[in-house]
Nanobody, 120 residues
Framework: QVQLVESGGGLVQPGGSLRLSCAAS????????MSWYRQAPGKERELVAV????????DYADSVKGRFTISRDNAKNTVYLQMNSLKPEDTAVYYC?????????????WGQGTQVTVSS
């Protein structure tokens, strides 16, 4: 059974920090590309950050560059999103995502989402 279990969301003041965690199981984590997406009310889902399976390279949305850091711990099957200098515009439901392949079959898994609210 594949599971992506997220934690770390909550309420934080502007300028504050949060670290999101996503614990994965049921697939070969080290071979998957892991991502964080977010979706605010009335907005489309957007890609926030990616950490690739090939060498651990990362990519970020322009809106979060310099503030967010994605990382992975393959020994713990966990991906993190460190969020600093948070802004009200960062308020959204954040989703963990895993993509990869098993032979010729492509997989795409999602977590349940965790709410991040940035407000005074």
């Amino acid at each position: 059974q594949v599971q992506l279990v997220e934690s770390g969301g909550g309420l934080v003041q502007p300028g504050g920090s949060l670290r999101l965690s996503c614990a994965a199981s049921g697939f070969t984590f080290s071979r998957a590309t892991m991502s964080w997406y977010r979706q605010a009310p009335g907005k489309e889902r957007e890609l926030v950050a990616v950490v690739h399976n090939t060498g651990g390279s990362t990519d970020y949305a322009d809106s979060v560059k310099g503030r967010f850091t994605i990382s992975r711990d393959n020994a713990k099957n966990t991906v993190y999103l460190q969020m600093n200098s948070l802004k009200p515009e960062d308020t959204a439901v954040y989703y963990c995502n895993a993509v990869g392949s098993l032979f010729v079959s492509r997989y795409n898994y999602w977590g349940q989402g965790t709410q991040v609210t940035v407000s005074s």
